[in-house]
């Protein structure tokens, strides 16, 4: 049997594989979402970093302290008292601060990172302030909203001694349907129905926690000093003690977002820089296998014709292939959406642009993601928030301006 035999057979029995990986994650969202966590309730502290203000920021704020959890402590944190998000969260604190079941409410001001990403800085700080009986570290971004359930299901799984951290995850619900806002929510949509009962899960900051015993022991107050991701950190400590990155479904929280295509490319290339610096393996990962996608159904495509056009042998196999690559990426397109319609219920009309874009463009979306990631290949500064870093390795960072 000739070799490019081998090499069709392969990938489509990685993209069955890949397939069924998505279908049975799917599967477990849907089961996991709704389910009630009542009865796990350790006293946790709510960390949240703020810097300016984001779009939706009173109704994202707003969610935080709607949660359905009597014993939590809600800090929010900004770099300085002229941040713009400053005013705001005191004049939130003082108008629903009465209304919140958290035990208390801080504001606190953080002063200037210097050797770690501002997002850093401003979480050892809380970190170092928080109460030696508090159990749980919770953290989570001001460009969420989060249901009332949230915290509840994100501290669940800390329950169980493996568990070494929880997460959620964003799915952007656009402002505005520019284009532009409509392919961030479709590609972002495609990575998060990678997510699952699976040991590839990483943290995300936006949704995560972690008991406060583990983090000390992880020494994750110094691993932090000098990175510039949180949550990737994170995870490869946690993933070093052979502990779980548990992915909770009431976790996947809507995050209002409108874009240009200038802000899109700065937006991914920083996400998959950050990636291929300090968890490589997972870079690499996500190059695979856009690589093996796009060629799949492109360059499956493109050897079909010529396997007919030549007659070589095996015709039937070449035109299998581009059939089977489309009709996977079209149903998991199909899948993702399905499944956000049903966690984003109310969020739905708003989201009904975005559900169409991705499954009418759902071919072009691994052409674009390996374009992106393979801009990230090169290079090691980042510019987040309005300051520049330059990361020398997972935990050893420059902040060059700020």
């Not at 510019?383 to 902040?399: A, D, H, S």
Request: proline share 3%; net charge positive.
């Amino acid at each position: 049997m000739d070799w490019y035999v081998y090499v069709a057979w392969v990938l489509i029995v990685l993209q069955a594989l890949f397939s069924l990986h998505v279908i049975k994650n799917y599967y477990f969202v849907l089961a996991k979402y709704r389910k009630q966590r009542d009865h796990y309730e350790p006293l946790t502290a709510l960390i949240i970093p703020c810097k300016n203000l984001d779009t939706g920021f009173e109704q994202n704020i707003s969610s935080f302290y709607r949660q359905d959890y009597v014993n939590y402590l809600l800090w929010f944190v900004v770099e300085g008292s002229n941040d713009p998000a400053y005013g705001p969260l005191c004049n939130l604190k003082e108008k629903i601060g009465k209304d919140t079941k958290a035990k208390e409410i801080r504001v606190l001001v953080a002063g200037t990172g210097q050797i770690c990403s501002q997002k850093i800085h401003n979480l050892l700080y809380a970190y170092r302030q928080v109460p030696n009986n508090v159990e749980v570290l919770a953290f989570a971004d001001s460009d969420i909203s989060v249901k009332s359930h949230w915290l509840r299901h994100l501290v669940y799984p800390l329950r169980l001694e493996n568990r070494g951290a929880t997460t959620g995850y964003r799915w952007f619900v656009p402002g505005i349907n520019n284009f532009a806002t409509l392919v961030l929510s479709a590609l972002n949509a495609k990575v998060a129905q990678l997510l699952g009962n699976t040991i590839w899960n990483q943290t995300w900051g936006g949704s995560m926690a972690i008991k406060t015993q583990t983090f000390r022991d992880l020494r994750l107050d110094v691993i932090w000093q000098k990175a510039v991701s949180d949550d990737l950190s994170l995870s490869y400590a946690v993933k070093k003690t052979r502990k779980k990155v548990e992915f909770v479904p009431g976790c996947i929280v809507a995050s209002y977002e409108t874009t240009t295509w200038s802000k899109l490319f700065e937006f991914a290339r920083r996400q998959f820089l950050i990636t291929r610096v300090t968890a490589p393996g997972t870079w690499l990962f996500g190059l695979v296998t856009c690589f093996c996608a796009t060629f799949g159904l492109w360059g499956g495509a493109g050897l079909a014709v010529y396997a007919v056009l030549r007659h070589i042998p095996h015709i039937w196999l070449f035109t299998a292939i581009p059939v089977i690559f489309f009709i996977a990426q079209l149903s998991r397109a199909l899948l993702r959406q399905n499944m956000a319609s049903k966690l984003f219920a109310e969020d739905w009309p708003k989201l009904r642009a975005a559900a169409a874009v991705d499954i009418a463009l759902f071919w072009l979306w691994s052409p674009i993601m390996l374009i992106l990631i393979l801009s990230s290949a090169f290079g090691r500064t980042i510019r987040w928030r309005g300051i520049t870093y330059k990361m020398l390795g997972p935990t050893e960072t420059i902040v060059l301006d700020s």
